[in-house]
């Protein structure tokens, strides 16, 4: 029998080290997280990961694969929104200007190869939209609801006051069986500054996706309204 060391790593938001201990123990217990990679060393110091969800796992989890769906969205919509596309105009008519005039490389130049690759990864991230207004307006128009609470209540309230002022918000993407929301915290400004991806099943309880990048979910998360 050989001696190894188990290591289970977590990034968690919290007041304290001991509520960040206590969170982390919460997630330890339930059943059905999806926290279950553990780093394993040997005696030798090899290192492996040990994904316990797979060997668990009997059928496809399609509540986690809308959720890693939705994440990729989401990823696509923030690419278009931070594309330069006055930079992707430029190059467009650049390489416009030299495909209709072959004859004339002097004065109409082909792209060079890293105006071509810049222009291809600006094409790309731009996707359909024309310019940063189209990219702010799909994800504005992406979510099914947003709500925000210290109570739940709509984002327009004109009767909000101080000690109404929200706290945390809920981006609800797609809903029925799966479902898949985000959940997050704001700040004094009413502004997003934490948020996570959070996906369910038919008679299952909200769970944690940790495969999603938290600056990506903030800056999509930033192009709403949160009542602040």
Avoid at 103 to 130: I, N, T, V
Avoid at 185 to 193: F, H, K, S, T, W
């Amino acid at each position: 029998m050989s001696e190894y060391r188990v290591k289970w790593d977590i990034d968690i938001y919290a007041d304290t080290p001991r509520e960040a201990a206590e969170k982390a123990l919460e997630i330890q217990r339930d059943s059905s997280s999806t926290a279950t990679v553990f780093r394993v060393f040997d005696e030798d110091g090899s290192i492996t990961l040990a994904d316990l969800a797979e060997t668990e796992m009997t059928e496809p989890n399609y509540a986690k694969e809308q959720a890693k769906a939705q994440y990729e969205s989401i990823c696509g919509m923030v690419a278009a929104l931070e594309v330069d596309y006055d930079r992707l105009d430029e190059l467009r008519t650049n390489a416009q200007a030299a495909e209709a005039n072959p004859d004339d490389p002097e004065d109409y130049p082909p792209l060079d190869a890293d105006d071509q690759a810049e222009y291809e990864a600006l094409q790309a991230a731009a996707g359909d939209c024309e310019n940063q207004d189209a990219a702010r307006d799909r994800i504005q128009e992406d979510p099914l609801s947003v709500q925000v609470r210290s109570g739940w209540h709509s984002p327009c309230n004109d009767r909000m006051d101080e000690r109404q002022a929200p706290e945390e918000f809920e981006i609800l993407l797609c809903t029925g069986g799966p479902a898949v929301r985000i959940m997050g915290e704001l700040d004094e400004c009413g502004q997003p500054y934490r948020a996570w991806l959070e996906y369910q099943d038919w008679g299952t309880p909200w769970i944690r996706y940790f495969g999603a990048d938290q600056d990506a979910l903030l800056t999509y998360c930033r192009e709403f309204y949160f009542g602040g």
